[in-house]
């Protein structure tokens, strides 16, 4: 008996849905040694957060310039991977303990503008 043409097929489907649903899935890549977003944009870490804490100090108009890589209000946390709760209520990803932030000023994929701002932003370091 032939097996019916689905009997393969369907199993790689289910496979595959599993893999793109991973709860453990990192929120973000490395990129050239540094963490980006979905997006390929750059992600920053910034000195006046306190590692580990749970908290980001970087709020408000600080927020607008450096949004925070966010986090659904479910999302699983694993490994170095983990949330922490903004003063607004939402989440945002933290890695290793250190909340990650976005750039408004970069535009494109690759760009890293915001390393140095200040003397206390800077990419986000993979290692």
Not at 103 to 111: F, I, L, N, V
């Amino acid at each position: 008996m032939k097996p019916h043409p689905l009997t393969f097929v369907l199993p790689a489907l289910l496979l595959a849905a599993c893999a793109a649903s991973d709860p453990g899935a990192a929120p973000a890549r490395v990129a050239d040694g540094v963490w980006v977003g979905g997006n390929g944009m750059t992600l920053y870490v910034f000195d006046k957060d306190v590692a580990g804490s749970g908290r980001s100090a970087c709020n408000g108009a600080c927020a607008a310039n450096w949004p925070p890589l966010a986090a659904a209000a479910d999302a699983p946390a694993g490994g170095d991977w983990t949330t922490i709760r903004r003063d607004d209520g939402s989440r945002q990803w933290a890695w290793r303990g250190r909340p990650l932030y976005f750039w408004s000023k970069d535009t494109q994929p690759g760009q890293r503008s915001g390393d140095g701002f200040n003397q206390v932003w800077h990419v986000a370091r993979a290692g």
